[in-house]
């Protein structure tokens, strides 16, 4: 069996419920959060939006060193500049998501600090890691917006924001 169809279509599904719900961040909440240990919210919506890229990510490179990647989460101003960043995130895991890249779901993919190695996994495992991580990190996104009296929309079903349950 094929998987990067199987990976592809969930990437779709999914990307309905994370658009919905990142839709419903507002922008003058981007600096709340509900708790000192927590993301903001801006914080959280973006690592959100960003994470379809690492479907792309584990596709083309075979590690990612936190130590030396130098990565910075996008900056976005607003709603609509998320929005775009989850277009573009997107995009990238969809373009990737092709037949001739089902050869390499096989191959190793490490996480890394410097030395410090935190998993050593299959591509086709970071990708379901970061469709899980998607799921997890949404989840979490709905919890603020309840906090918040904003009405959440359904993930899997409706919700009781929707259906006055």
């Given amino acids: 069996m094929s998987l990067i169809p199987v990976f592809l279509k969930e990437v779709n599904e999914e990307a309905i419920t994370t658009r919905k719900m990142l839709e419903r961040v507002p922008d003058d909440k981007f600096d709340w959060k509900p708790h000192p240990k927590s993301m ?3 914080q959280l919506a973006t690592h959100i939006a960003e994470l379809p890229s690492w479907i792309a990510m584990a596709l083309t490179t075979d590690e990612l060193d936190f130590a ?3 990565y910075q989460p996008a900056e976005v101003k607003n709603n609509s500049e998320l929005i775009n960043l989850l277009n573009q995130s997107l995009e ?3 373009s990737h998501l092709i037949p001739g ?3 390499k ?3 190793m993919w490490t996480l890394r600090t410097g030395d410090h190695i935190h998993s050593k996994t299959t591509k086709a495992e970071v990708i379901r890691m970061s469709m899980n991580q998607i799921v997890h990190h949404r989840a979490q996104l709905g919890v603020y917006l309840r906090l918040l009296d904003i009405p959440i929309p359904g993930s899997y ?3 009781a924001d929707e259906n006055n349950f």
């Fill in 40 to 42: 903001s919210m801006k």
């Fill in 101 to 103: 890249n089902e050869a």
């Fill in 68 to 70: 030396k990647s130098g």
């Fill in 157 to 159: 079903g409706p919700s």
């Fill in 92 to 94: 990238m895991a969809q």
């Fill in 105 to 107: 779901l096989n191959e």
